[in-house]
């Protein structure tokens, strides 16, 4: 069972590079979401979608983009690295039903030079 | 708008002795809450969910979780800590949409010999 995939797992940038962060899902899952984790700061929300075709933003959406072309697939885009956004991140799905849990990925470790 | 506090950064025990992690949340409806373990390099495991169906849950691992809604609360308890539970726990509630996790800022369990 894959479950959620990200890749990369690690990657080191230069400031003003752009890169994308591939997520993708074999659960059949509607919701997906991308989070950043930093040291003391838990992990805070960039954007989440609720299905093919619709994205919102969540609490640290500057600086990325998202789109959701298809169920399985949520890619994280950085249009210009900048060192600020050196963090881990993580991709989540979840079912539609009540209370259902996310299941998270690995981490992609990002690193701004 | 829903919030998550962890009260406690950091919580070192004996191994054998109780562990208990504090979360409390903020929420506009009614809630459902989750706690996740983090091991180092690692992605996020749930370790139980509370979802009104009764107020004390039992995940994995030994763990268990009172909700308190008198004291908007959700602890995280275990009755005897092992050498393999030191690792980053995090406290989260769903967004008012329902559609992503809102997360505290973890607490850091250490355990000794």
């Known amino acids: 069972n894959a479950g959620v995939t990200q890749t990369p797992k690690f990657q080191v940038l230069k400031t003003g590079q752009s890169m994308t962060l591939q997520c993708a899902q074999d659960m059949n899952h509607e919701y997906m979401s991308w989070y950043r984790q930093d040291p003391g700061m838990g992990l805070r929300l960039i954007h989440y979608?609720?299905?093919?075709?619709?994205?919102d933003q969540g609490e640290v959406p500057n600086g990325y983009n998202v789109s959701r072309s298809t169920t399985e697939d949520f890619p994280l885009r950085l249009l210009s690295a900048a060192p600020s956004q050196t963090s881990v991140y993580f991709c989540?799905?979840?079912?539609?039903?009540?209370?259902?849990?996310?299941?998270f990925g690995d981490g992609t470790r990002l690193s701004i030079l | 708008a829903q919030s998550v506090t962890q009260l406690g950064s950091h919580v070192s025990v004996s191994e054998g002795a109780l562990v208990l992690l504090r979360c409390n949340y903020s929420s506009s409806v009614p809630p459902y809450l989750f706690w996740y373990v983090q091991y180092p390099n690692q992605g996020l495991q749930l370790l139980l969910k509370y979802t009104s169906a009764a107020t004390l849950v039992k995940g994995i691992n030994g763990f268990e979780a009172e909700f308190k809604k008198s004291e908007t609360s959700f602890h995280l308890t275990k009755p005897s800590a092992h050498m393999s539970d030191a690792a980053e726990y995090f406290c989260?509630?769903?967004?008012?949409?329902?559609?992503?996790?809102?997360f505290g800022k973890g607490t850091t369990l250490s355990v000794s010999s």
């Open positions: 979608s609720v299905g093919a075709g619709i994205t």
């Open positions: 989540a799905s979840r079912g539609t039903a009540e209370a259902q849990p996310q299941h």
């Open positions: 989260a509630v769903t967004n008012q949409a329902g559609t992503a996790l809102i």
